[in-house]
């Protein structure tokens, strides 16, 4: 009978990857503070050799740590913060802390990806708005590190997403269904952030299409790309009021960018709905509020319905897949 195969060390790591073992060390505790191409390296010797980090690796990933992550960029913004209300309200039921990981760079998410199913410090991980490589969900899954994906999917995790197309068609049904004939769009198109997903193309696609099914146009003057700011949101309304013929809708693709719309109106003293009709996307605590008519996508629900799918795996592994598409509906308001 051949001997039993021992499991890898760390120093078959520092061997394969030609780097020392503190700086592997670095790269599983403190992934952000090494450079991408020796993440890289030892990511891939780590891989290669199946290699755990401490000899309890096991026996800890079967211990509960009572603490689920989330990765998420822009966590300040409010549809984030009600999707973490979401995630809170769950998790608290259950006694599980909640624990952000905020990311800022395709390597600070890589940093996480590659350590944390290694490090095996939380149970379960939530993660908003970021797209995820085959590569990365393939560790997730192969290192049994429960996962849900909110506004992302792939066929290895769990997912809750929505059809952001279908949500740029149901404004400019409703806007058609009034009436309208000159359209605008606001919204950040190109944002540069590379690591996370931008849905707001998807939007401005479904609207342009059904625009173009009812013989009508949204001219390229007339498409606002602007960043998620308010200032920058102001100018991009103010230009498109400015036109020589402004349009009488503008659909925009969050909530936070239609209140600056709202505002510059006012400063124009152009009339709401009557001379302008407005069109958000969210739903968030706030368009209820400045009764502004918005595409609502449930974003409590699908925070507390990645907690409970994660909760749910982690004490039922054997649980199938769950791939959630959650339903959008138009909520009219004062605003159209």
């Known amino acids: 009978m051949p001997p039993e195969k021992k499991p890898p060390t760390i120093y078959d790591v520092a061997r394969l990857s030609g780097v020392s073992i503190s700086t592997i060390s670095r790269v599983l505790n403190a992934p952000d503070k090494v450079n991408s191409i020796t993440h890289k390296r030892v990511m891939n010797a780590i891989d290669q050799l199946e290699f755990i980090p401490r000899a309890d690796a096991r026996a800890r990933a079967r211990q509960n740590t009572n603490r689920i992550g989330v990765l998420t960029p822009f966590f300040t913004a409010p549809s984030f913060v009600q999707r973490f209300r979401g995630v809170a309200s769950a998790l608290s039921k259950a006694n599980y802390e909640l624990v952000i990981y905020p990311i800022d760079s395709m390597d600070h998410l890589q940093g996480y990806i590659s350590s944390i199913p290694l490090m095996r410090n939380i149970d379960g991980l939530i993660i908003m708005s970021l797209s995820l490589g085959d590569q990365d969900a393939r560790r997730l899954s192969n290192n049994d590190m429960e996962t849900v994906l909110i506004e992302y999917s792939h066929p290895r995790l769990n997912s809750i997403v929505i059809d952001d197309e279908h949500g740029g068609q149901l404004a400019a049904e409703h806007l058609i269904k009034q009436g309208h004939r000159t359209f605008a769009f606001l919204g950040d198109i190109e944002p540069p952030e590379k690591f996370s997903i931008h849905p707001v193309r998807s939007r401005l696609t479904g609207f342009k299409q059904v625009l173009q099914e009812a013989g009508l146009s949204l001219p390229k003057a007339h498409i606002s790309s602007c960043p998620y700011t308010q200032e920058e949101s102001r100018q991009g309304a103010l230009e498109l009021l400015s036109l020589p013929k402004p349009p009488t809708a503008i659909f925009t693709a969050s909530d936070i960018q239609a209140l600056s719309v709202m505002k510059v109106a006012r400063q124009l003293n152009i009339k709401v709905p009557d001379d302008l009709a407005i069109i958000g996307f969210d739903d968030i605590d706030v368009a209820e509020h400045v009764d502004l008519t918005t595409i609502c996508q449930h974003l409590d629900e699908s925070g507390r319905l990645a907690a409970e799918i994660l909760l749910a795996r982690i004490s039922e592994p ?17 605003t159209t």
């Open 318 to 334: 054997k649980r199938p897949l769950q791939h959630i598409n959650l339903p959008l509906k138009l909520i009219k308001r004062m």
